[in-house]
């Protein structure tokens, strides 16, 4: 039997996959996730969404797609992972993305290709198109230059490509070395940890979403306040360390996480990392 049946979850609470029903809002989280809403809504162009690893970015991104699933004139597309290795490789995966067949092959025929698809789903069709791109700090110089050409095509109004960059702060640098693309960030919002409390909240928050009735708490104020001064907050580290608290406090035949636990738990990881 799987540990988290025998504590009386449903679910499995502290899977560090994407899944938007546990991600918990942080104020940090909504404030990102509501003024992405608003850019994509105003079609404003490039939104820069920066964080550290673990700070919950990815799950952002699919808890905004949530948000818009029910629209039918929002059409989001999403690139995992931008590792392309030249210029034509980045836009032939766009325009097959966009599901476009260009009459020739080539890089410019490429561009051309998407400009008229941008204007015929935005202007003529009055679509919103997404480009939602995780993993920013992974494109190339000469990639974000194909995106700064794409941002190029507006109209008066509105921009016809919304462009939404996920990554971790080491891009913020680079796109400051390319002239005019700095000017071209309609939103820029960085992503903190979680405080002490936020940190006991979303604890608090995915043992309830995996079915915890919470007559009794699961873990003791002791042990939260280690768990956020041992992963400074970040999300990610947050659920690794609860996971194996969980499973060792089944295998302890244990009542409650208490500090002790919590203690163990960092004092191997000290020895595995050396």
């Not at 490429?110 to 919103?128: C, D, I, P, S, W």
């Not at 993993?135 to 008066?156: A, C, D, F, M, W």
């Not at 971790?168 to 409390?197: C, G, H, S, W």
């Amino acid at each position: 039997m799987s540990y988290y049946k025998v504590l009386g979850l449903s679910r499995e609470p502290f899977s560090t996959s994407p899944d938007p029903e546990f991600f918990y809002l942080s104020a940090s989280h909504e404030t990102a996730l509501k003024r992405l809403e608003i850019a994509i809504r105003l079609r404003r162009g490039l939104s820069l969404i920066l964080g550290d690893v673990g700070t919950g970015k990815t799950t952002l991104s699919r808890t905004l797609l949530q948000v818009f699933k029910d629209e039918d004139d929002f059409i989001f597309h999403l690139i995992l992972d931008p590792t392309y290795k030249s210029e034509f490789q980045f836009l032939f995966s766009l325009v097959k993305m966009f599901d476009i067949v260009p009459e020739f092959k080539s890089t410019l025929d490429f561009k051309e290709a998407l400009e008229k698809y941008l204007f015929q789903k935005g202007v003529e069709e009055n679509k919103t198109i997404v480009l939602l791109i995780d993993e920013g700090q992974k494109i190339s110089p000469e990639n974000l230059e194909v995106l700064r050409t794409l941002l190029n095509y507006e109209t008066n109004e509105y921009k016809l490509l919304q462009l939404i960059i996920m990554a971790q702060m080491e891009l913020l640098p680079r796109i400051k070395r390319i002239r005019n693309f700095m000017d071209r960030v309609a939103l820029k919002y960085t992503i903190n940890p979680l405080d002490e409390e936020e940190t006991k909240e979303m604890i608090e928050f995915r043992l309830s979403k995996a079915g915890y009735d919470g007559r009794d708490a699961l873990f003791t104020e002791g042990a939260i306040r280690l768990i956020y001064q041992y992963t400074q907050g970040y999300p990610r580290s947050i659920a690794l360390l609860c996971h194996d608290a969980l499973e060792m406090l089944v295998m302890k035949e244990r009542l409650v996480v208490d500090a002790d636990i919590i203690n163990e738990l960092i004092n191997q990881r000290k020895v595995y990392e050396g």
